[in-house]
């Protein structure tokens, strides 16, 4: 098995498209804006 | 804790992966399904050696229950305990259902975020949750069919982010797991096992 990690637009039941299992960098792993 | 899982192949490559007959309703390709919702479930039927699929709605309504208002907290049956269960034991003995997905979601509590992953069998392919089913006659007389996904230990991947994990049963294992005249909970219980799939 493999896991991967996921946009928090999974959380609402209203989104339901191929963008919900798409790997996405964790959220606190982002790089920031600016630095 | 299963709560949110994907079933995003067509209705064709579901039908032939699962070898099944028969299934009457339209399914678009899913990726966010959650509790509650109408979900594309497998039984063998009881008198031919044909497996069906059916929908019905996520949340075990036992056929005994006043109303449907807990159907939200029964989506998944804990494998150690559903034998012994009010709500899962005759199921775990008669009603045994495979629940067709390509992948579950589990959240990861960070602080107070919560991180979203997805897991998937190696090769993203279609694999099945073992679940169970019963039907419930509503107000207006009319049977409502429903299903709980089992839960397990999690493996090596999905213990690093959550402690317990759905069912994904071996292929090798579905026959026996949806055999109606297999009664004996002991042999059935002996599959449910965390996922060692590639």
Same mark, same amino acid.
């Given at each position: 098995m493999r896991c991967y990690s996921v946009s928090s637009r999974v959380n609402h039941v209203s989104n339901d498209d191929e963008e919900c299992s798409l790997p996405v960098e964790p959220a606190d792993t982002q790089k920031p804006l600016f630095s | 804790m299963c709560g949110r899982y994907r079933l995003s192949r067509r209705k064709q490559i579901i039908e032939e992966q699962f070898d099944t007959t028969d299934w009457q309703d339209d399914w678009n390709p899913r990726y966010n399904i959650a509790p509650t919702q109408p979900v594309p479930v497998i039984r063998q039927h009881p008198k031919e050696p044909v497996r069906q699929l059916s929908q019905m709605k996520w949340g075990l309504i036992p056929s005994w229950a006043k109303d449907s208002s807990g159907a939200a907290r029964m989506i998944n049956a804990r494998s150690e305990t559903a034998a012994m269960k009010p709500a899962f034991r005759d199921a775990m003995k008669l009603r045994r259902c495979l629940v067709p997905a390509d992948g579950f979601y589990e959240w990861q509590r960070r602080g107070s975020a919560k991180q979203p992953f997805c897991f998937e069998v190696d090769d993203g392919g279609l694999f099945a949750f073992a679940g169970l089913w019963d039907g419930w006659k509503n107000g207006e007389g009319q049977w409502v069919k429903s299903c709980s996904i089992l839960t397990t230990s999690p493996n090596a991947v999905t213990s690093a982010i959550h402690d317990r994990m759905p069912v994904i049963l071996n292929p090798d294992s579905y026959d026996l797991w949806l &055999? *109606?005249?297999?009664?004996?909970v002991e042999a059935v219980s &002996? $599959? $449910?096992? *965390?996922a060692t799939l590639a």
């Open positions: - | &055999d *109606p005249g297999m009664t004996k &002996d $599959l $449910l096992s *965390p």
